[in-house]
T-cell receptor, first 112, second 114 residues
Framework: GQQLNQSPQSMFIQEGEDVSMNCTSSSIFNTWLWYKQDPGEGPVLLIALYKAGELTSNGRLTAQFGITRKDSFLNISASIPSDVGIYFCAGRSPSGNTPLVFGKGTRLSVIA | KAGVTQTPRYLIKTRGQQVTLSCSPISGHRSVSWYQQTPGQGLQFLFEYFSETQRNKGNFPGRFSGRQFSNSRSEMNVSTLELGDSALYLC?????????????FGSGTQLSVL
């Protein structure tokens, strides 16, 4: 089946620093989604991307749909303590009714 | 608009028992997907329902089953529980099952099997 490799697995950063994480796929996708999950809660949708090369922002978050359609990036600028959580990428194949595939997540810790 | 509602929030069962989890999607959403989340494994796809029909199924044993009702509410059932079934079970809904639809998740049901 499809595999999503998300990196890094975890990050410890100082408050105010910028953060970058990425996701790569073994096959092309036509949708990339980024989610954040707080402890004990379900993932919350942050950004949705639908076209190769697309760059979309949501406040301090910016995500890009890679040109090859096999990768996506999420950047967080000027991190704050409430950015702590697990960030998941997810992608969907263009072929038929296929489910959303998730990466294993990037655990972000912010040191005040 | 209310979000995705999952009940119960927490559940403790013993090996060999069965369990039924419930999910009410966002009003107007017709597609419901279920995922299993365990530490270090991320979200593993279980199944997806649309208009009371199973559209996709993940690589889980037949002990895991589900259904969707005419009001789009969904249930999943796990029979003959094993210790390894302990996980957070997440339900997500979307408008339909087209490839560009975003999934919106509930808070999950935390299942512990003793």
């Amino acid at each position: 089946g499809q595999q999503l490799n998300q990196s890094p697995q975890s990050m410890f950063i100082q408050e105010g620093e910028d953060v970058s994480m990425n996701c790569t796929s073994s096959s092309i996708f036509n949708t990339w989604l980024w989610y954040k999950q707080d402890p004990g809660e379900g993932p919350v949708l942050l950004i949705a991307l639908y076209k190769a090369g697309e760059l979309t922002s949501n406040g301090r978050l910016t995500a890009q749909f890679g040109i090859t359609r096999k990768d996506s990036f999420l950047n967080i600028s000027a991190s704050i303590p409430s950015d702590v959580g697990i960030y998941f990428c997810a992608g969907r194949s263009p072929s038929g009714n296929t489910p959303l595939v998730f990466g294993k997540g990037t655990r972000l810790s912010v040191i005040a | 608009k209310a979000g995705v509602t999952q009940t119960p929030r927490y559940l403790i069962k013993t090996r060999g028992q069965q369990v039924t989890l419930s999910c009410s999607p966002i009003s107007g959403h017709r597609s419901v997907s279920w995922y299993q989340q365990t530490p270090g494994q991320g979200l593993q796809f279980l199944f997806e329902y649309f208009s009371e029909t199973q559209r996709n199924k993940g690589n889980f044993p037949g002990r895991f089953s589900g259904r969707q009702f005419s009001n789009s509410r969904s249930e999943m059932n796990v029979s003959t529980l094993e210790l390894g079934d302990s996980a957070l079970y997440l339900c997500a809904s979307s408008l339909d099952s087209s490839s560009n639809e975003k999934l919106f998740f509930g808070s999950g049901t935390q299942l512990s099997v003793l």
